[in-house]
Nanobody
């Protein structure tokens, strides 16, 4: 079965950190481009970060310097380390690869 499963979301205070994980089932994902997107209430889904199979990365301007995307191909997993979180980072975060979406994990930044 081909699927992506996110974990690691939660409630954190402004300035805090969270690390999201996305575990892929299916060997087709192992070296594929992976990405994190997010969707805040009332807003369109937006790209947050991407990582290629050779570990080239790209970030949205709004998260540069605060978020880091990484991958472990042996575990077929992609990560998103989020530091210095802001209330505007509150959203459902989705993993994406090869046309497949995960179910999403909620990140709430609030005091």
């Amino acid at each position: 079965q081909v699927r992506l499963v996110e974990s690691g979301g939660g409630l954190v205070q402004p300035g805090g950190s969270l690390k999201l994980s996305c575990a892929a089932s299916g060997s087709i994902f192992r070296f594929a481009l992976k990405a994190w997107h997010r969707q805040a209430p009332g807003k369109q889904r937006e790209s947050v970060a991407q990582i290629t199979g050779s570990n080239n990365t790209n970030y949205a301007d709004s998260v540069k310097g605060r978020f880091t995307i990484s991958r472990d191909n042996a575990k077929n997993t992609v990560y998103l380390q989020m530091n210095s979180l802001k209330p505007e980072d509150t959203a459902v975060y989705y993993c994406f690869s090869l046309g497949y979406w995960g179910q999403g994990t909620q990140v709430t930044v609030s005091s």
